[in-house]
């Protein structure tokens, strides 16, 4: 059912997109249209790209559905890696997509001037058109669609996780089978001190009010300055979350120490108004990067942590 759901999510951010290409750097018309009326003394009459709209949406829906991973993975780290990456070949094909449907909008309108021996040549050149239309924007607009593709598809990853762990309820069978199922609801995990401290829960609310903040000061578009900002100094701020996570084990610190770094990041270019729409351009890709080294450090300090909580489980059941 999870992975249904996040099928669902992926076919949902599909159809978004294509919408969002539509309506942003595409600009194509939804209806046929000839530059210029038709003009008796051309054979062919010059036509612009077009497409009915819902050619795309679907074509686009039906990929992101089906390149949704259904392999089960060992991690939350390499669920995520998949999940970022089948959303990275989604906006590609979708832009791929998009402007197929677009030549094929204009071969179309030329159709009926073309001689049998025109057609499949016709047929190539828009093809071709699209894969060079596709590696044109890519090279322009690439580092923001792997952005897109890596924040949405760590998204919906999370999101399917915590409702793995939140909505489904422990079984009521033998204690062995609830051992096994490792999962708890929402107020059994809160109520853990060891895994959610209070000042990670106020810590992740800081977070999420930084980040939101920016997503209402500069909308989606603002990931892709996160994707910028994090590209230059990224292997710096994960060897800080490294170092964070070898000396402490709360995920606080990466906030803290991401917040003034943000803040001194911020005093270098024009800020937007109010210190939360500042901070939601340096803050949030420091602190990924530092939630990185510290997740790669604690994994590294406790590599048989998995082994040891099985056998823990296995004394319980003995």
Request: proline share 6%; aromatic share 14%; hydrophobic share 55%.
């Amino acid at each position: 059912m999870i992975i249904r759901a996040e099928k669902i999510a992926s076919l949902l951010f599909a159809l978004f997109f294509a919408y969002f290409l539509k309506s942003t750097i595409l600009g194509y018309a939804t209806e046929p249209k000839v530059i210029g009326g038709i003009d008796f003394d051309q054979l062919i009459p010059q036509v612009i790209p077009w497409t009915p709209i819902y050619f795309p949406l679907l074509l686009s829906a039906a990929f992101g559905y089906w390149i949704w991973p259904t392999k089960s993975y060992p991690s939350l780290s390499r669920k995520m890696a998949a999940g970022s990456f089948a959303i990275i070949r989604v906006t590609f094909v979708t832009l791929f997509i998009s402007i197929l449907c677009t030549g094929f909008g204009a071969f179309y309108l030329t159709f009926p001037q073309l001689m049998k021996s025109e057609i499949l040549p016709a047929l190539a050149t828009t093809f071709i058109a699209a894969l060079q239309g596709t590696a044109i924007m890519s090279l322009f607009h690439g580092i923001a669609f792997i952005a897109f593709g890596v924040f949405f598809g760590c998204l919906i990853v999370l999101v399917a996780h915590v409702a793995s762990k939140c909505l489904i309820l422990p079984s009521t069978g033998s204690l062995d089978e609830r051992v096994r199922t490792d999962i708890s609801p929402l107020p059994t995990l809160l109520r853990f001190s060891t895994e959610w401290s209070w000042p990670s829960l106020i810590a992740g609310l800081i977070a999420v009010t930084i980040a939101l903040s920016g997503f209402g000061s500069a909308g989606l578009p603002i990931i892709i300055l996160w994707a910028a900002y994090l590209l230059p100094w990224g292997i710096l701020w994960i060897a800080l979350g490294t170092v964070i996570g070898f000396v402490s084990r709360h995920w606080a610190w990466c906030v803290a120490v991401s917040l003034p770094i943000g803040y001194i990041s911020s005093t270098t270019h024009e800020k937007l108004q109010g210190v939360l729409a500042s901070q939601s351009i340096d803050f949030p890709p420091v602190l990924l990067a530092t939630s990185l080294g510290f997740s790669l450090a604690r994994k590294f300090l406790h590599p048989r942590a998995p082994r040891a909580a099985e056998l823990r489980c296995t004394r319980i059941v003995n």
